[in-house]
């Protein structure tokens, strides 16, 4: 049976009930937002198709970041604004889905054409008579944008806007002016799926490509293999695999790129973090005589905690659409059929790196007392063991961010950052979105209730949402927690309150300026302020307190929404950074700043690293150098 | 004694240092924003400057709204985000002040020039190495964009930006590179205050426009002036009030314009709010043989709501930099000095216009019974006699701006709203910025510390901050109620609570549909759990509640911060829009909406204007004729 058949639908439905089906098509069954007066008629559409939910959200910048959130497990997610005040409010996030390559189709309820022609000074203009100032904006952040005006082309349209954001991973954008929602069409083109394949390379810029790649691994005496984000943007988790299998050469992945390999492979060797990375892990990149990067968002990141890039010249870049071999850039090769080509052609027997079985370094596990109060590094190790497969484990932006990377994840784990665009405030949205999409992958694995296809990120369920977000962080974007209880979805949510803003407060070398406080708030009090009627809370305190969690069976399992406080040292951050930061930040200010006379950064806080009650850290180390001694406190499964 | 020699101030300051200086001279005194990494080093010297103080908001839109409110209050306000994420962040703000005419100085800390010359892919960037980009979409919503990177012009570029943003009273964007922070400038120049007189009018362009609107002042029959938003704007408060003591005209507010005049004075006759006026005011606008419209914010506004034109061509409009007679523009004419040279001209022994002493019609009280539940109509017409002279008003977007409508305001009352941008959520973080404005300018009052140019505005102190502010608006932005607790400010927030976003409800004429629907929140234990320590919350549920909080002479002291949650029926919206509207819409759906087939329109929701246990407004009048009727549940003053 058709599509059609199945679902009811009449030979001719308005545009905007055809644009919802093909969603339906997707399985994007959670459309984020809210409502406005320009979005309306296009709401009353969404709800006649039965499949379909509004999340409803708090305010359209936490609903952009819940789009992204769920976007990452699904492959696309949809936002719905109003015109000029809801669309502006949601474009950070945008920009950080454009900036992550997230595919986001975000389309905004627009005032009726005549209005727009006329230039009727309706409310949220800008009073000028512009209607086009809008528009213009979401164009610097889109991958497309397009507004419905031409009747005729309207079902090309929709269609191109979502294969777009499907394929490139970018934000669309998509105007509906009010009177055109109920533009009739004809339905019977929902019985042919959107082609969402991707694009084929052309055999001769894709062969000598491969020949180059496959020449170094073959040759290659001290490979690695670094995985970054757009491995699972561009739904080549499996070639990735299947790649790194038939190498067997160490595997790293990029802080973004983390939950995209299997880390309890015996391959997996860390966290690429560049000139931040633990020693072992910069030593085996540094020193390589090939770098095959995999799926990499980015030529290279520097950011003032970041650099990021290979010392060898001899480093093969597969990006989402090209390549780069040492300075040679191929265009218009697409990541996953240039991967299927290189295993396809891949001898194993060629290849003359031999796998060494490593011992991992495992740091002493000196224990602190119970009594102790906790310290980030005891915490993200210990918490590392809880970890379970299938996990979906969201870090947000400050501390969180780089004590995830001393975690291992155990297989299919799917991992959630923003280490790129770094806005403060996102993680807390995208755990509702992520949520989600957990919710509704779990729904199709049980049951096979549909005729659909399926796509290869849905074989990557996870059971559990768990969200480890800083105070300071919590509060931008607080009442998304609202949205997360409405639904009754059932996340983690680990509040990392140490008082404010730390990492800002380590990253500017000044401790004492009170602009990195936040105002204490009881964060425990606000399920039940919202309205949660079964939940759970903990405030942790001390190691005692965090082992007692972590041995207790019935928190392990998700079966309702956890808020947990774990109190943390104002001036504690993950140890794995303490020392290479200050050498990093160093640098980078000589490197960056053209003027010198910034004093305000010279004098660095005095960190502590010790536990309160018995030290097991020692002092920090302050150098750069390369030392044996960070191997007693960095990554520790090396 | 010079300015640098009060304040100690060295002869060389870094640029940041002389910005914050030329702030603290025209006594903007709180700064509002979060912290950044790039916008770190800017705090510091902010912090320098003993009397700034940096408000630390909980986000970046929440900081813009609260700039806007401080701003509309002291003339200009400040706002400091970082690159990127927290520049986008604020624009749906930073749009709304460009909408509505509020000076703001939106300051963006950047990355340093030699990270931008070479395009790396720092965080906070869209990674294609675009550093342009979001000075580009800034310049959309802005009057004026400067980047500070030309050394020797620096000091221009400051006191340029501080005085186009308070001239023009639009946003103004200025990026500083961390680079840039500490350029050393000369001092001195801060004894020369920034010029921030408005330009004089040429008398060739003034002359004959002043002359035009006096002889219609002469010969008028039924004129009427209209005073609007830009006279607070533009600092002409004392021009407008005279010229209309002097004419004797019957006088109007738009809803933006609440708070401009003085309505106490028996000359005022309600607010005029085009097509949606109370019958009364309609009926004297409409039939007016000359329209003076004061301080226009925009020549015509229509909404899906309001239909703000005039019927009588004979309408003399006066713009912030323009005027307009009749078909005729005269550009360059800036509001103040016209009002000055027409005032200056004017004879009122040759005014024919005779003014009579009009009875106020005053709605009958039938009152309900003290256990009835609350009703919109009822709400505001008693909350209309609470009011005390010089209180601060804020409506958000939703009843509560119609329904302020209905109350007649003290002397020197200020009225904050966004009835042209309409961003839902605005109303809260403008109630931060209120607070502050309320308390600097009570402590100017209460000793003379400073020699500094005082200004029109500072006169009209206020002492109460009062907040009327929708459940479902509320909780877009809720977390800033944590900074108004921060800093113990004392507003009245008064949570109007009917269970969801009512007037879109009403509006799309839909009861049923989901969307409209929030989640139920424990409103009242925010204050609590945000950190108050002395706070006082009510909940009202009966007439007989919200009498007795009002005769609560305790209650009316503004020796706290309090929170009333009103509760009022879902589908209850204030009574002077229910009939009108209906009318309204149908006209607005002919006219708008090319296409005619939006179905969902067409079944009005049955609103039920009685309370709950004693009928008394009788029932609703659903057509749009000019009746006598309407007297009995109109504007109650006129």
Not at 422 to 434: E, N, P, T
Request: charged letters at 20%; a negative charge.
């Amino acid at each position: 049976m058709s599509y059609t058949e199945i679902h009811g639908v009449p030979s001719q439905i308005p545009i905007s009930e055809y644009l919802f089906h093909r969603l339906n098509q997707l399985k994007i069954w959670t459309v984020f937002g809210l409502p406005g007066d320009f979005s309306m008629p296009l709401l009353d559409k969404l709800y006649t198709i039965p499949t379909l939910r509004w999340a409803g959200n708090t305010n359209e910048l936490n609903a952009a970041y819940a789009a992204d959130g769920y976007a990452r497990l699904k492959g696309i997610g949809c936002l719905i604004t109003t015109f000029g005040v809801g669309e502006l409010s949601a474009i950070n996030g945008i920009a950080g889905s454009y900036a992550e390559h997230v595919g986001l189709l975000h389309i905004v309820g627009m005032p009726p054409t005549s209005a727009q022609t006329k230039q009727l000074l309706l409310h949220h203009t800008l009073g000028n008579g512009d209607y086009s100032v809008f528009y213009r904006i979401a164009n610097d952040i889109a991958c497309y944008a397009a507004i419905i005006n031409d009747t005729d082309l309207s079902v090309d349209e929709v269609d191109k806007c979502i294969r777009k954001a499907w394929i490139h991973q970018k934000p669309v954008y998509l105007g509906v002016p009010v009177n055109q929602v109920n533009i009739p069409v004809d339905s019977n083109r929902l019985n042919t799926p959107i082609n969402l394949r991707i694009p084929r390379n052309s055999r001769e810029m894709e062969q000598p490509v491969v020949d180059l790649i496959l020449d170094q691994i073959y040759k290659a005496k001290n490979p690695v293999i670094i995985v970054d984000a757009c491995v699972s943007r561009q739904h080549a988790l499996k070639e990735t695999a299947l790649l790194c299998d038939m190498t067997r050469f160490p595997v790293f992945v990029t802080p973004m790129g983390k939950g995209t390999i299997d880390e309890s492979n015996a391959q997996f060797k860390g966290v690429f973090t560049g000139s931040l990375s633990s020693p072992e892990v910069r030593e085996v990149v540094y020193f390589s005589d090939f770098v095959l990067f995999v799926g990499a968002l980015l030529p290279e990141f520097n950011t003032s905690t970041f650099n990021f890039g290979f010392k060898t010249k001899n480093c093969a870049i597969l990006f989402s659409t090209a390549a780069k071999f040492k300075k040679a850039i191929f265009p218009d090769l697409h990541l996953k059929p240039t991967l299927q080509a290189l295993i396809k052609k891949l001898e194993p027997s060629r290849i003359q790196y031999k796998y060494e079985e490593t011992r991992n370094i495992v740091a002493p596990r000196l224990e602190p007392n119970d009594a102790d109060l906790l310290r980030q590094e005891w915490v993200w190790n210990e918490i590392s063991h809880w970890f379970h497969e299938r996990d979906t484990i969201i870090t947000e932006t400050g501390s969180s961010a780089f004590g995830i990377n001393q975690t291992r994840f155990p297989t299919a784990t799917i991992g959630i950052n923003q280490a790129l665009w770094g806005s403060v405030g996102f993680a807390l949205g995208a755990c509702l979105g992520a949520s989600f999409a957990v919710e509704e992958m779990t729904a199709v694995e049980n049951q096979v209730t549909t005729d659909l296809r399926s796509y290869d990120r849905h074989i990557d369920v996870s059971r559990r949402t768990i969200l480890f977000v800083g105070d300071g962080a919590f509060q931008l974007t607080a009442q998304e927690l609202s949205t997360i209880i409405r639904w009754k979805l059932k996340p983690y949510i680990f509040i990392m309150n140490n008082q404010g803003y730390s990492v800002d407060r380590y990253l500017h070398h000044r401790s004492d300026a009170s602009y990195y406080d936040v105002q204490p708030w009881q964060y425990l009090q606000f399920l039940k302020l919202f309205g949660a009627t079964s939940f759970e809370t903990r405030k942790i305190v001390t190691v005692g307190d965090f082992k007692e969690m972590l041995a207790d069976e019935t928190f392990a399992i998700p079966d309702k929404i956890r808020m947990i406080e774990i109190m943390l040292p104002q001036s504690d951050v993950p140890e794995t950074l303490v020392a290479r930061w200050q050498a990093e930040k160093e640098s980078t200010n000589k490197r960056m700043h053209d003027s010198s006379d910034d004093s305000s950064t010279n004098s660095s806080p005095s960190i502590d690293l010790r536990f309160t009650k018995r030290p097991f850290l020692g002092s920090t180390n302050q150098s750069s150098h390369v030392s044996t001694e960070y191997s007693q406190v960095g990554v520790h499964y090396l």
